[in-house]
Nanobody, 130 residues
Framework: QVQLVESGGGLVQTGGSLKLSCVAS????????MGWFRETPGKEREFVAL????????NYADSVKGRFTISRDSAKSTVYLQMNSLKPEDTARYYC???????????????????????WGQGTQVTVSS
């Protein structure tokens, strides 16, 4: 059973940085994709970034490209989201997600939809003040 626990959210000023962590437990995460999504009230859960556990290839939403970095530490079973140059529009609850892809990865665009992911953490709130 996959369990995901996020931490690292908080209140930060515009231009500041935060680093989110997601500790994953359960199976070995080979052949999994790990992702970060965010959600604000009244809006659909939005893709932020993903990383393939094997190989470490990444993909980002255009809105965060160049500011956010996703990474993973296999020894700690942890996925990180380093967020720099934060803007008020980054304010949201951030969720870690995991999806078993097997050996047939269906492409980055496929996994940008939250409906494609089966496993979710409880989320961590990020608030960026102007």
């Amino acid at each position: 059973q996959v369990q995901l626990v996020e931490s690292g959210g908080g209140l930060v000023q515009t231009g500041g940085s935060l680093k989110l962590s997601c500790v994953a437990s359960g199976p070995t995460f080979d052949n999994y994709a790990m992702g970060w999504f965010r959600e604000t009230p009244g809006k659909e859960r939005e893709f932020v970034a993903l990383i393939r556990w094997n190989g470490g290839s990444t993909n980002y939403a255009d809105s965060v490209k160049g500011r956010f970095t996703i990474s993973r530490d296999s020894a700690k079973s942890t996925v990180y989201l380093q967020m720099n140059s934060l803007k008020p529009e980054d304010t949201a609850r951030y969720y870690c997600a995991a999806e078993y892809t097997g050996t047939r990865y269906l492409g980055d665009n496929y996994y940008q939809r939250s409906q494609r992911w089966d496993h979710w953490g409880q989320g961590t709130q990020v608030t960026v003040s102007s």
